[in-house]
């Protein structure tokens, strides 16, 4: 595995665990918040762990997003659909997701813009522009959602 995948897997390994909170995730895994860590840290001691399987599949029950599932998808050029509605799932329909989309669009580009005023991206700031990414990324799958269920009627 490469470096620039196994670092793009920790990252959402890490959204995964912030995203049920550390000490959820510590429960639902029987995994310390030390060993939590590890899965994400970019420390060269830890390049090679990554979280088993059985965790993420419980971590990801719990989540409001499948982080770690779509970055493997990701990674082979794999589109995903989900089939049952999440408990996160809006209402509203496409109009709603368009609206939500060009709002959440809209904080990325003011993201970016407050990011390169001094040329450099600083980690923080690129830490903030994944996260606006990610929700970018969540009411594109409700919008995906929203279309599939109009398809179907």
């Known amino acids: 595995m490469t470096d620039r995948v196994g670092s793009y897997l920790k990252k959402h390994t890490e959204a995964l665990i912030k995203d049920v909170g550390f000490a959820a995730a ?9 060993t939590l860590g590890r899965y ?12 088993p399987i059985d965790a993420v599949v419980a971590l990801e029950e719990a989540a409001s997003f499948p982080h770690v599932t779509t970055a493997l998808a990701e990674l082979k ?4 659909t989900h089939d049952e509605p999440r408990n996160t799932r809006r209402n509203g329909g496409v109009n709603a997701d368009v609206v939500a989309l060009s709002q959440r669009f809209a904080i990325l580009m003011g993201e970016y813009h407050l990011s390169i005023e001094d040329g450099v991206i600083s ?4 830490k903030r522009l994944l996260r606006e990414t990610l929700e970018i990324q969540r009411v594109l799958v409700e919008m995906k959602l ?8």
Do not use: P, Q, V, Y
Not at 77 to 80: A, E, M
Not at 123 to 126: C, M
Not at 146 to 153: M, N, Q, S
């Open 26 to 34: 510590c429960e639902l895994t029987g995994k310390s918040k030390a």
């Open 40 to 51: 994400f840290s970019d420390a060269s001691e830890h390049t090679d762990r990554f979280m």
């Open 77 to 80: 050029g794999i589109t995903l």
């Open 123 to 126: 980690i923080n700031e690129a």
């Open 146 to 153: 929203h279309l599939e269920d109009e398809a179907a009627t």
